[in-house]
């Protein structure tokens, strides 16, 4: 498991789906090595017991998230547990000097108001508030390098805001007419069973979900709204697809100067995640399968503007158990780590 | 196949999915009996060669187009051909007094400026134009009753006008921010071998295609027009999905009147659709899936109001094949011949 | 729901893949009323709650199991229910008068010890041994017919005895080269929510389970012997395929006679089933999709012998929730009560 | 494109799942570059034009097959055609210094006549019979680190015959009672459009094709032969799956000691298998899913022993794509040169 100068991390909560994908990406890092998995179901199993294809010469164990245990060993942990229990958790590893990554959404909003309206509860770790960075580092990228603490974005307003954000930035769009029409893949459910994401009910079929009140809409909002300058609000209406893995996010908006054509976007697009390696532009005329992204930290994006309606579709494709969820969480360490910020992040899908 | 009081009918295209679909169908309804199966390159086949498991008992053969032994045999000929064949044969089909339904594109636009802008080349039966109804049963039911030539609308448009109409019709939105998002499996495709088609490329992937300028798009915007009384654009974009049937088109618009929730809406789609068998409104936080609707010619309409944004969400699921396609043309020659109107049309499918 | 002839039914377990069958199934059936819909957990709810799509115009609504008045109000009762519970309501039902259709394990096995083994514990209902009937008509019609009491056969055994009796009961085969490769969608492990059955877990992706030790292998041996005259231990692998609906059993074994082809025994075959209209024999070369009988009754028999090998592989395609379930005991009733034996029962899938 | 002192590498026939594959993999490989890129139909195309998603920041462009070019260039070359070309082309390349890695069937068997029979042809470059081996590399590791030419295993012979060698090599099994039920998902069908390898046709379907003559017998046959040191005959059916990657071969065979039991078996298979560190032998209970296996070069196989019919059953499961194409290609190449094994090969799937 690596050579002295590795970096130790702690992986809380590595049974799901989050935590499988830490596992297996962080294998492949070279500069990281893993010192902890913590769970509480599955505390006292071999990871192999679990994902018995995880076959990996020595054995990774799941222990119980025991704090003092975790910073001791851990110089960054990743939290990848249900809503509510990382701030629990986040104060005192940052205590005992860790940084820490948090994939569920108690670090994402910065208003405490909003976070009471669309998930029912206040919240606990109040002082962080102002602290947390959001996680996202083709818009964040100096913040996330200078944080201790991140929460690492959703799924869908990751594909969301990278297709919005340099219509928002530079004022390209009437910002009320923005509509997100987006489709998962299953396995962003989770793995706890249930009824609708069994393939019996899910496959060969498709419909919407949570319509007008998903809880990653005031997540995308929050950043939409920094970006534009002023509050947006916004559309945002998921399906779940018939399929494992992808996420594509379908973004309508009204061009406010009704003479840009395709090809201005795709010039801005282009210049905008200039230095963004895991932004692709696609050119005029393709648009992104959600399988090009799948296995990889990339998100591929087409433009298209209707003359007609002077509207530009916007759609991104990502993995979202990668880009989505894991792999931009360690694309954020590397970045806080000061390294290269593609380290140990694949970069090439395997198509079919 | 049926006694004396049967209607003969005829299928021109029949080895296609539309035409099995037609076949499959027809075979169960009471009042009709298949007298001609034509095509071109399967004509001298029996049509348990092409679809081997419709194991009837006796034989049904694809003979070629024979214009002439079509009239004199069949009352009624659906056309399951690609553009730009049917107004070749309609014409001569109405002479010799047939009753026909046309499954392609040619007799759905009354506008020759429109068809050649959207389809790139002139139409050649100029004749037929006002003569033609297009099919939609829940929109045209008299008209159609009193046709004799149907254009048979396609499998988007079927969808997203269903979910359309109650709010043009009765004024409720502004027309120009209608937004079709539409997810279609890839039996729409057809049977022709499409390598995008392959299931080694599109399972388990998703994506947009024909963005700005999908073909169903001037029918759509024709019928729209029609009920709003003044001239509608819309924007549609449709999807790929990776399963065999079904449509979900979900659709965007804002609400004139910001009083109006979620249980208006359903009260007045309700009672826009009372005599519509085939329509089934849901209840309040009930989305329609497509599997719901897969076998059958019924339309699913979910409806949502989003108060945040003033914008009505209204989600169709429909079979492709059916009430987008072979289905409809069915429940059209139901209401041509004076029939129940349900007549030989599945209303249950098999779920899961 | 009916004129006063037509005879009343119940369906306890109803909100279940076997449960939502039965209700679709007979609701198209000419000469039955469902008049019981029973459950335990789903007790108080309306069956629309269960399965929004199942709009009927009016409501079935399920009760709690009150045997008292099951047997008041139906003639006959399916029992879907998990395995062992069977047995404790049928003899009442039975004393009521009532005909009883098992969906269930519980009378399936003729020997107890045979049950205890495979199923780990001892049957309560001794006394109904030897009066049961194994309810698979093609091969004990005449017994169904004259019987109160039916255990209907598992989806596996009704696609691997189909395969197998024509085989076994012309002493064709060395018996114990028997083995029966059998593949399942996923929709076999019924609607309980399993982490493996999930669309994240089970999409795009294959693989055996109850190896050398599934319960459904029993029933099969049992019959097997029955037909051949001796004793007979087959090999039975199921798999888990990903898909909703259908099983393909992949029938292999060693022929007696070296000097038997393909077409013998397609012939063979063809008179073994001539009474039997659900069960289709593939001319050569053709061999059984499981589409092909999703949504019907019907049994796909493809048949090749191999001259190199001296083996006979046998292939049959059912769907496994109507004639590996719902429509096999619905078949059954039809023979109970001296109707059509088709009756009600679909013959023609949707394709594709 | 790397340093100096990697090999420059070949790959004719790109265009297609094999060639991509190869592409993907060996732009990950440390010692490789890519220096020709050769194709027909798709020669003057850039392989981001058939491929988009395939952005590297510098232009792949397919070229004409040109034997004289692609031998200055090139030290080892893969041919990825269709079957009857390659032995036009390797006698070349062969004289010119290069090492050639067939994935076609041509230079599999060492019989012409067996080719002939089952190939309905004569075989060309008679001279290269006896120079070739075949490229399983964990059981001919030697010759081939010792060969110039490479005849690369089919995709259901690598899962075959790594199922059933440690049992043949071993004497365990009567021979003539090996069946392999072979599942595969679409992909193995190529790129080229078929009309039943579309979604609408292959998704949630499942059946038998080439049964008793499918063209990976012979191959099969041949291995198998010069395990067990005498004539072995083996009955093989291949099934299409609904599901873009990965084989299941499920082998059936009856063990020769009737008290062998699966622990014993696991342990045989551990030992034959200690040096092949893609073969992945499951703890008894456990199965192989093709998922495990997606994306990597390696084998999971699991056993089971049945002592009710003294009977064992492999289970083995591979990427079709990688261990049963592309991925053991490079596998052998890294033998040629010399180099680690495993170098460039993914052993961690990405799951679910």
């Not at 799924?155 to 919005?164: D, E, G, I, K, W």
């Not at 939409?224 to 947006?232: I, M, Q, S, W």
């Amino acid at each position: 498991m690596g050579g002295s100068e590795q970096v130790a991390v702690g992986i809380i909560g590595a049974s799901g789906y989050g935590g499988v994908q830490l596992v297996r990406l962080l294998l492949d890092h070279p500069l990281v090595k893993i010192s902890y998995l913590g769970g509480e179901s599955s505390a006292g199993k071999s990871f192999t017991e679990i994902y018995p294809h995880l076959q990996l010469g020595w054995n990774l164990n799941i222990e119980p998230i025991d704090i003092e245990e975790i910073g001791k060993r851990c110089q960054a942990v990743f939290l990848s547990l249900p809503n509510g229990l990382a701030c629990d958790l986040a104060p005192k590893l940052l205590d005992m000097g860790c940084k820490v990554l948090d994939l569920s959404a108690d670090y994402r909003l910065t208003n405490l108001d909003t976070y009471r309206t669309w998930y029912g509860k206040d919240r606990q770790d109040v002082d962080a508030i102002g602290k947390a960075v959001y996680g996202l580092p083709e818009l964040y990228r100096g913040n996330i390098a200078r944080s201790n603490l991140i929460g690492c974005p959703g799924c869908y307003p990751t594909a969301s805001l990278l297709a919005l954000a340099p219509l928002l930035k530079q004022g390209l769009i009437d910002e009320e007419t923005a509509i997100i029409d987006a489709k998962s893949g299953t396995s962003g459910g989770g793995r706890q069973a249930k009824t609708n994401l069994l393939l019996a009910e899910a496959d060969n079929s498709l419909g919407a979900y949570g319509v007008t009140h998903h809880r990653h809409t005031p997540e995308i909002e929050q950043v939409c709204t920094e970006l534009a300058g002023n509050e947006v609000t916004v559309q945002f209406t998921p399906h779940l697809i018939p399929m494992v893995r992808g996420i594509l996010a379908t973004v309508y908006a009204n061009l406010r100067d009704p003479g840009l054509v395709t090809e201005d976007l795709i010039t801005i697009y282009t210049a905008f995640y200039r230095s963004s390696k895991f932004v692709k532009i696609l050119p005029s005329g393709i648009y992104p399968q959600t399988k090009w992204a799948c296995g990889t930290n990339l998100c591929y994006i087409g433009i298209e503007v209707d003359p007609r309606t002077q509207r530009v579709i916007v759609m991104s494709a990502i993995d979202n158990l990668i880009k989505g969820q894991a792999g931009q969480a360690i694309q954020c360490l590397n970045l806080m780590m000061g390294w290269e910020e593609t380290l140990g992040l694949p970069q090439l899908s395997f198509y079919p």
